[in-house]
């Protein structure tokens, strides 16, 4: 039986191009992490390694390549698993946005158009 999110999103996904980042702001413990798809209600990322401490909000900053794009968007974790059994595990997690104000929106926007392999329709 196959599973349709088309249904259950709000927001269509748009996988990202290489060098598209996350910072997961953890004091110390920061590391950015690859983003696998984004759309404005959130994102997906990997990384390798053990599971992330889980918190019930962070600040993220969204990177193209060295360039900062957004900010302190504030996201709640939605997902972490595992994608496979090793000595270091490779690892996708998932975020979505909470409340954002327009100037965030409108980067969130301008990360998609720039990180995304089709970038949003113009309205």
Same mark, same amino acid.
């Given at each position: 039986?196959?599973?349709?999110?088309?249904?259950?999103?709000?927001?269509?996904?748009?996988?990202?191009?290489?060098?598209?980042?996350? $910072? &997961?702001?953890? %004091? +110390?413990?920061?590391? *950015?992490?690859?983003?696998?798809?984004?759309? @404005?209600?959130?994102?997906?990322? !990997?990384?390798?390694?053990?599971?992330?401490?889980?918190?019930?909000?962070?600040?993220?900053?969204?990177?193209?390549?060295?360039? $900062? &794009?957004?900010? %302190? +968007?504030?996201?709640? *974790?939605?997902?972490?698993?595992?994608?496979? @059994?090793?000595?270091?595990?490779? !690892?996708?997690?998932?975020?979505?946005?909470?409340?954002?104000?327009?100037?965030?929106?409108?980067?969130?926007?301008?990360?998609?158009?720039?990180?995304?392999?089709?970038?949003?329709?113009?309205?």
């Amino acid at each position: 039986m196959s599973h349709d999110t088309s249904k259950v999103r709000k927001y269509p996904r748009h996988k990202v191009v290489q060098r598209a980042l996350v $910072l &997961i702001n953890q %004091g +110390l413990d920061s590391l *950015p992490f690859h983003i696998v798809d984004v759309s @404005k209600g959130g994102l997906a990322y !990997r990384y390798l390694g053990p599971r992330l401490k889980q918190s019930k909000a962070y600040k993220v900053n969204l990177y193209h390549e060295t360039e $900062l &794009i957004v900010e %302190g +968007l504030p996201v709640k *974790p939605i997902s972490d698993q595992s994608l496979t @059994k090793s000595t270091v595990p490779l !690892r996708r997690g998932s975020f979505r946005f909470e409340t954002l104000d327009s100037e965030q929106n409108a980067l969130i926007e301008r990360f998609i158009n720039t990180c995304s392999e089709q970038a949003l329709p113009t309205t």
